[in-house]
């Protein structure tokens, strides 16, 4: 997107069922529940210019006003099931704001409430490379230092790393998708429906920051790291990854 104008809508998803960690997206984390992490930094990001939660949940959505973003309707139950795609959600939640609101945005950027170290600086970070570049998709993930294979029949086959694999240049750098931050041109997003279509780059962030809460271990890791990151006076990966 190179628009020079350009309106960049924050959606959160927040179902109030979950099946790897109960009641997680208002678990207490931190000193307050785990959305709120979220909501605080896209608040704070000042590339968004509104951030509204999607939730079928009430104490979700009395959290979310508590918080600062708005909740601005209740998530239908087909919505909100385990197996509910996050493409339908982020369209519901588009055509509601334009049919009841008559609002439209330029762009829509999805932050999951299950990375609670991703901050603001990450998310206009990520809006300024999304509008000073012609992509229509930016995605953000961590440099991935790992080799990797696939088990065939006869063996295994290498997917990222040639001849003496012990040498770096021999392998091809990778990046894991970290669901973190998900930017796409909200009319690319009308046209096709998919979060990680049309041309897409890579917003870089490090793997100690891109801890996506799904089970109890991820919980217990992502409170640990947050001691970590509050124990230094100055964490210099918040701001340059």
Known sequence: MTTEAADYLGVIPARGGSKGVKRKN???FAGQP???HTIEAAIDASNLDRTIVTTDDA?????????GAEAPFRRP???ATDDAAMEPVV???ISYLEDEEGYTCSGIVLLQPTSPHRTADHIDR?????K???????????KDHSYRWRPQKDGAEQLNHTGDASRRQDKTTEYVENGAIYIVDAEHFR????????TVSLFEMSERRSVDIDTEFDFWLAEQLTEYFESKEQDTDSSSS
């Open 191 to 198: 046209a096709h429906g998919d979060l990680r279509s049309g």
């Open 126 to 130: 990520a809006i300024e490379a999304h």
């Open 59 to 67: 104490e979700i959505r009395r959290v979310t006003k508590e918080h």
């Open 34 to 36: 785990l959305i709120a």
């Open 91 to 93: 369209e519901h939640a």
């Open 132 to 142: 000073e570049s012609p992509v229509t998709t930016v995605i953000s993930g961590f």
């Open 77 to 79: 139950q087909e919505l």
């Open 26 to 28: 208002v678990r207490p």
